[in-house]
T-cell receptor, first 115, second 116 residues
Framework: AQTVTQSQPEMSVQEAETVTLSCTYDTSESDYYLFWYKQPPSRQMILVIRQEAYKQQNATENRFSVNFQKAAKSFSLKISDSQLGDAAMYFCAYRSFQGAQKLVFGQGTRLTINP | ETGVTQTPRHLVMGMTNKKSLKCEQHLGHNAMYWYKQSAKKPLELMFVYNFKEQTENNSVPSRFSPECPNSSHLFLHLHTLQPEDSALYLC???????????????FGPGTRLTVL
């Protein structure tokens, strides 16, 4: 079974600075998807970024980018120019390329933005 | 309304009550999901429906009974719940796998359930 680990329960960063959230996963599959979701206090789980394992290029979405290291099974999220609205729980998730549709989530990292 | 909506947003019920959670998606998707988010555990999948048919049941107790009358609506019927069932219940939708970027799951705001 696949597992996802987020080793940082909490992180904080100064507004306008850059922060990196860590995620590692364990799988025996070669093809899969990885996601970062954000859950603000409103509780709505919002997709931040998606990465296909077969793509070597790291995904980017505006101020959000990932460092995908397939051999190391590492998938970190970098947030540049942090804004107050980035404060939320961030969840890393894994999904198989074929077969089961379920997302396997990590425990989450609570990100605080200091003004 | 847009995206995925869930009602009610909050629900308090006794262990002998029967209640239902409702989810509706306005994204034209054909797959819908129920997830449970407890305070001390990662989100965990409960059920998956594809084209109204249940395709995954993640060993969920029978006191949780899902229903998917069409591709836009998903219900979770609750009866004789336990206090440990108190959690945030999230609904999601997507296209079924293989549909490219559209098989990404989009979530609703959740129903906060408290069982007394």
């Amino acid at each position: 079974a696949q597992t996802v680990t987020q080793s940082q329960p909490e992180m904080s960063v100064q507004e306008a600075e850059t922060v990196t959230l860590s995620c590692t996963y364990d799988t025996s599959e070669s093809d899969y998807y990885l996601f970062w979701y954000k859950q603000p206090p409103s509780r709505q789980m919002i997709l931040v970024i998606r990465q296909e394992a077969y793509k070597q290029q790291n995904a980017t979405e505006n101020r959000f980018s990932v460092n995908f290291q397939k051999a190391a099974k590492s998938f970190s999220l970098k947030i540049s120019d942090s804004q107050l609205g980035d404060a939320a729980m961030y969840f890393c998730a894994y999904r198989s390329f074929q077969g089961a549709q379920k997302l396997v989530f990590g425990q989450g990292t609570r990100l605080t933005i200091n003004p | 309304e847009t995206g995925v909506t869930q009602t009610p947003r909050h629900l308090v019920m006794g262990m002998t009550n029967k209640k239902s959670l409702k989810c509706e998606q306005h994204l034209g998707h054909n797959a819908m999901y129920w997830y449970k988010q407890s305070a001390k555990k990662p989100l965990e999948l409960m059920f998956v429906y594809n084209f109204k048919e249940q395709t995954e049941n993640n060993s969920v107790p029978s006191r949780f009974s899902p229903e998917c009358p069409n591709s836009s609506h998903l219900f979770l019927h609750l009866h004789t719940l336990q206090p440990e069932d108190s959690a945030l219940y999230l609904c999601a939708s997507s296209q079924p796998p293989g549909a490219g970027d559209t098989d990404t799951q989009y979530f609703g705001p959740g129903t906060r359930l408290t069982v007394l």
